[in-house]
Structures are given as structure tokens and as C-alpha cells.
């Protein structure tokens, strides 16, 4: 971003205007772009910890062979809603609240174009959520599906199911409405000067996700809804029974369920592509390649869905397109990598938290891609499917990945959002013990998966005893390393040293250079003056 | 009216986005509904 230091009207004057309500209404009834953020923030964290617990549940049965604390059907309640918890509660709502503190101020708007509507977007969230945990106590106890839904499971599955199949369809329209909000804002409401492509890489990286959420979650809602007519309007879409095909439900799903790791993954490349310029103190290297690869990367995600299906049945020419085009999208990964890389070579770098999760999502989420490409290849799958393996992919990709991303930037922008300035030294213990924590957990996993053990189970055989121990203790670790980050951030908020107006000197996009520290109320009423 | 980079009408460009939605969401269960017949 070449946005000038030009003098605007976020220093000389407060935007507030005197006008900013208080108490709960203010919440309730907020069109405020950066209170929307909060909130969304908030609710993710709140998410996490309750996904977590039920992490830890599956952990915590998986410590020793046998069952020792929960039945199996709970046991895959708890495998289901912890996946859909996590990925739609807690990393997607996290990286829409980044998106609505930061895209306004970043393109130099006032506000979100359609700020009723994103309220409604976030308040949609909560009820979801709360039909997800009462699942848990209808009759026959949560739907232990696996968070994918499988027919013909899903459409046998008890009463639970309704209740997860309407938050599901909650969560998709509140997805729709930000991205919606999100694509408009960002087309339409760019400050004079500020092109498409002087946008900072955030801005980038959430317009692409954007377009692949109102692409591919009205797919789901489709999925889900011919589940719910298959259930109770006699519909036979997956019944093989009636005419209908289970495979089809798959293969609906998965043409969601690929770009949605992407939904998940590409706001988190721009959340990294803000840090590491900023800490090593250069612009981002290859900034017109990383929008292209970005792009080529969410194109690509619509073409290779059915690589999470190998084992379905197949013709053998399928697979191999399949294994192709999955294997391709390494090339616009590795695009995205090597200038991260790049940025950093030869820059005046420092290791500040922020940084630090960035490189650690650097190497942890390059150690994932490694391992999808792995399980790319249709000969290893058929081996690995379904077996721990994959669990250990797909955990670096969204949590060292997505989750490392997002506490690089909560870090990152902590100063901006309240004023103040967190406690470095305990945020290095959170990085350090989060990344030491988070490879225990993880990484003896491939083991038990190249080993043969199954995901989904909650019993499992001797010899897998001793990797699932350690991998066990790492998710106790990695839980309860997380409380010291709610520690940070209270400290922060309540008593963190008053921040600068840009605590960090790298950092060149307009919430930086033309907003004050803690950012007002109000921002960009009159545009900034770019050149 | 804030001046922008580009003059459009924010509704228009929902009204667009809101289309495509509701092709991809009643056009995945049309398309299966009418190969299921």
C-alpha cells in the first residue's frame, strides 16, 4: 500500500461526534462496524473455549485404550460438534471480525455498506450456536454424525439432527449476508485513490473468500435441506432405496466442504501478509503474484472436491484428474510461501508475538499443505484415509494454520483496537507454549495414522497406546495454554500500557498511518486523502 | 454520499450477489430433483 502520510481528519479531530451509546442497547443494536468486529471477536473466542472442551473430552477418552469416560455415541456426538463448532463458530466468525474492524479502515470507508444487515449477520450467530449445544440434550443425545453429515447417517440420525441441520442453515445465511456486506463494501467503497490494487493484501485475500462463500454455502444449505426433506418430506435424494444415491451427498458436500477449508485458509494468508511486512520492516514481496495466486488458489478449490472421496468409488480416470489438479494447487501455495519468505529475507526483523505466530504458521501451515499433498496422491489415501493422518493434516492447516494467523493479528491490532498495549513477555510464553503444545498434540498423530488407526473411534487397539498419551497430554497442554491468552487480553483491555499511535513502525495501510490509536468510534466520514 | 474510487449503487451489486445465491441454492436441489424423475 503507497497510500501518503497525507494529513486527513483522523488526528486533527475526534470522529465520535458525542453520540456513542452505552449499556447493552449498544450492543443489540449496533450498525457500528468496529463494535460488530468486537462482537464477532467475542463470540469466536467463546466458541473456541467450548469446542475445546469438547476437544479435550475426545482427548481425554483417547487417553488410554477402552472406554473410560464417555459412551460411543457420545463420543461421536463429540467428534461432530466439535468439528462444526470450531469451523463455524469459532475460525470463520473470527476472521469476520477482523474483516469488519479492518476492511472500512483499511479502504478508507466509514463503515460496511450495509451495516443493519451486518448486524443481523452477527446476531444471527448466537442462536445457532445455541441450537448446536441443544442438540446435545435431545433424545438419543447429539447427532454423531461426523461433522461432513454423511447420508444415509444423517438422514437415520435422531431428533438432534433437525436442530444441527437449522443451525447449519442459520450459520450459512449469516455467512452469506457478511460476504454479501463484505464484496459490496470493498467494490463500492474504496476512498478515492485507493485501487483495487493498492488494497492492502487483507482486503485482497477477504474480497476472494467472500466470493467463495456466496458461491458454495448456498450449496450447502442445498445439501442440508435435501437431508431435512429425505427425513420428513419423503424425498429420496440419497436413498438408494427410493432411486436416490448416498455418494451424491458427498460429493454435494465436498463441492462446499474443499473451498471451505480455502474460506477458512486465504484470510489467514492475509492476515499474515500484513505481519510479516510490518515486522521486517519491507513491503510485501510480490504483492501482484500474491493476488493472483490468492485467486488461482480459490478457482482451483471448486475442481478438486472429490479428493476427499477417493475411497467412495470412482472411475480410475476421475482419481487421476482429481490427484492432478489437487497436486496443482501446491504451485500457487508455493507462490504465497516463497514471498512470505522473500519479505522477510534481508528485512530489518523483529520478533514481536505477532510475528512469531506468523512464522510459526509459516512453517506449521507449509508442514500441513506438505501433508495434503501427501494425501493428494489416490495410492497413499486409500491407505490413509479416514486413519489419524488426515486428523494431523487438517489440524495444521486450521490450527497452526488459521488459529496461529488469527493470533497474529489479534496481537497485532490489540493496539489499535483498544488503545493499549499487550504484555509481550507473557505473549511470547502464548506463542511458545502454544507451538510446543500444539506439535505434541498433533504431530505424533501422523504416526498413529500411517500406523492405521482410525479417526472417529473412542477405543482403539494397545499398540496405538502410547502415541495417543502424548498426544493427549500436548491437547491438556494446548487448552489450557489458551487461558493465558484470555488472561493477555483482559490485561490488556484493563490495564495494558497506553499504546502508541502506530506501535509498529512497519506497518504502512491506512488504519496505521491515518487513523489515531485507539481507532474512533467513527472513522473516515470524510474519505482520506490518498495519492 | 461519501465520494468513492467508483461510482455504484450498493444495492444493485447485492441485488447481483443475492441472485447468485439463490441459483446456487435452489439450483442444486432443482438439478437433483429433476435427474432423481
Redesign the interface.
Known sequence: MDAAHAPTHGHAHDDDHGHKPSGIMRWVKSTNHKDIGTMYLWFSFTMFLVGGVMALTIRSELFQPGLQIVQPDFFNSMTTYHGLIMVFGAIMPAFVGFANWLIPMQIGAPDMAFPRMNNLSFWLLPPAALLLIAAQFMPGGGAGVGWTMYAPLSTQAGPAMDLTIFAVHILGISSIMGSINIITTILNMRAPGMTLMKMPLFCWTWLITAYLLVAVMPVLAGAVTMTLTDRHFGTHFFNAAGGGDPVLYQHIFWFFGHPEVYIIAIPAFGVVSQVIPAFSRKPLFGYASMVYATASIAILSFMVWAHHMYTAGMPVEAQLYFMYATTLIAVPTGVKVFNWVATMWKGSMTFETPMLFAIGFLFLFTLGGFTGLVLSIVPVDVQLHDTYYVVAHFHYVMVAGALFSAFAGIYFWLPKWTGRMYDETLGKWHFWLSLVFFNVTFFVQHFLGLAGMPRRIPDYAVQFTEFNMISSIGAWGFGLSQLLFLYIVIKCIRSGEKAPDKPWEGADSLEWTHLPTPAPWHSFEKPPVLK | M?????K???RR??TV??L??????????IK??LL?R
Open positions: 461519501v465520494p468513492a474510487e467508483v455504484r449503487n450498493n451489486t447485492a450477489l443475492w447468485i445465491v439463490a441459483g446456487f441454492f435452489f439450483g442444486v436441489m437433483y430433483y432423481a
